[in-house]
T-cell receptor, first 111, second 114 residues
Framework: KNQVEQSPQSLIILEGKNCTLQCNYTVSPFSNLRWYKQDTGRGPVSLTIMTFSENTKSNGRYTATLDADTKQSSLHITASQLSDSASYICVVNGSASKIIFGSGTRLSIRP | TAGITQAPTSQILAAGRSMTLRCTQDMRHNAMYWYRQDLGLGLRLIHYSNTAGTTGKGEVPDGYSVSRANTDDFPLTLASAVPSQTSVYFC?????????????FGPGTRLTVL
């Protein structure tokens, strides 16, 4: 069964600290993987996309990694800011327009 | 550019009543989608449209219908609402169906069915 599992479900860290969010998937065949940020009360917004051949991609303080062999991805946030408080959703695109959403990690940044 | 808009922002609906959630995009995207988001679950696809004039069923289509008369609009209709349809509904669009294209999401409609 095609699945996308994220961990942890929720995370609280202090402002300025780093954190890493995990995404494991069983979607096959694999086309690409996106990380979305969803602020409270808003729709998700794409942060980065990873294709099969890419291992690392950065978007400012966000760095995504992909290991297509182990079917794992991570999103690392450096020097967290209060505005990073949000849910982060991992989305895997398989074949034939099959898009699977993870349930997200809810990140809270404390001052 | 407005991007993608949804209306209403929120709604309380009596069980058994019908309702249409509106979605409009101004990006001339071919593909549009309707999702529901429930606590602890990932976004689940209700219906989609790859291009104007065509629609398809997603993961959880029962109790919902859609139409795509033109490129910009993709309304979602609940013919006879039930409490289990209480959820936050997101409309999204992308340039092409499937592939690597980013989906752009609307702000959501929070629906409560009593």
């Amino acid at each position: 069964k095609n699945q996308v599992e994220q961990s942890p479900q929720s995370l609280i860290i202090l402002e300025g600290k780093n954190c890493t969010l995990q995404c494991n998937y069983t979607v096959s065949p694999f086309s690409n993987l996106r990380w979305y940020k969803q602020d409270t009360g808003r729709g998700p917004v794409s942060l980065t996309i990873m294709t099969f051949s890419e291992n690392t991609k950065s978007n400012g303080r966000y760095t995504a990694t992909l290991d297509a062999d182990t079917k794992q991805s991570s999103l690392h946030i450096t020097a967290s800011q209060l505005s990073d408080s949000a849910s982060y959703i991992c989305v895997v695109n398989g074949s034939a327009s099959k898009i699977i959403f993870g349930s997200g990690t809810r990140l809270s940044i404390r001052p | 550019t407005a991007g993608i808009t949804q209306a209403p922002t929120s709604q309380i609906l009596a069980a058994g009543r019908s309702m249409t959630l509106r979605c409009t995009q101004d990006m001339r995207h071919n593909a549009m989608y309707w999702y529901r988001q429930d606590l602890g679950l990932g976004l689940r696809l209700i219906h989609y449209s790859n291009t104007a004039g065509t629609t398809g069923k997603g993961e959880v289509p029962d109790g919902y219908s859609v139409s795509r008369a033109n490129t910009d609009d993709f309304p979602l209709t609940l013919a006879s609402a039930v409490p289990s349809q209480t959820s936050v509904y997101f409309c999204a669009s992308s340039d092409a169906a499937g592939g690597p294209d980013e989906q752009f999401f609307g702000p959501g409609t929070r629906l409560t069915v009593l």
